[in-house]
Nanobody
Framework: QVHLVESGGGLVQAGGSLRLSCAAS??????????LGWFRQAPGKERDIVAA????????YYAESVKGRFTISRDHAKNTVYLQMNSLKPEDTAVYYC?????????????????WGQGTQVTVSS
């Protein structure tokens, strides 16, 4: 089992930055050949992929809406995945979720991830 805990959400003005963290407890990400993803869900909308990374190779994927503004990264020593969010816009407002899957390939659908964090609120004011 992998238990995920997100942190780093909050309220920020448009143009500002936040960094989200996702730490694993229980089994580490290195125990399995894993891929990690950040998703977000705004009220009344679907939970959509924001970014994904393969734990071992570091291959990454970004949704078009965040390319050039968000960066996903991982720290093997800390068993943690990060999402650096810059140039934030009001439309980035959502609950952000960290997710993990026990397969190394990148995945873009929420249904391909078996482990989820509790979510952290990000609110961007205009």
């Amino acid at each position: 089992q992998v238990h995920l805990v997100e942190s780093g959400g909050g309220l920020v003005q448009a143009g500002g930055s936040l960094r989200l963290s996702c730490a694993a407890s229980g089994r580490t990400f290195s125990t399995y050949a894993m891929a990690l993803g950040w998703f977000r869900q705004a009220p009344g909308k679907e939970r959509d992929i924001v970014a994904a990374i393969s734990w071992s190779e570091g291959n990454t994927y970004y949704a078009e809406s965040v390319k050039g503004r968000f960066t996903i990264s991982r720290d093997h020593a800390k068993n943690t995945v990060y999402l650096q969010m810059n140039s934030l816009k009001p439309e980035d407002t959502a609950v952000y979720y960290c997710a993990a899957r026990t397969a190394s390939g990148l995945a873009f659908s929420r249904y391909e991830y078996g482990y989820w964090g509790q979510g952290t609120q990000v609110t961007v004011s205009s």
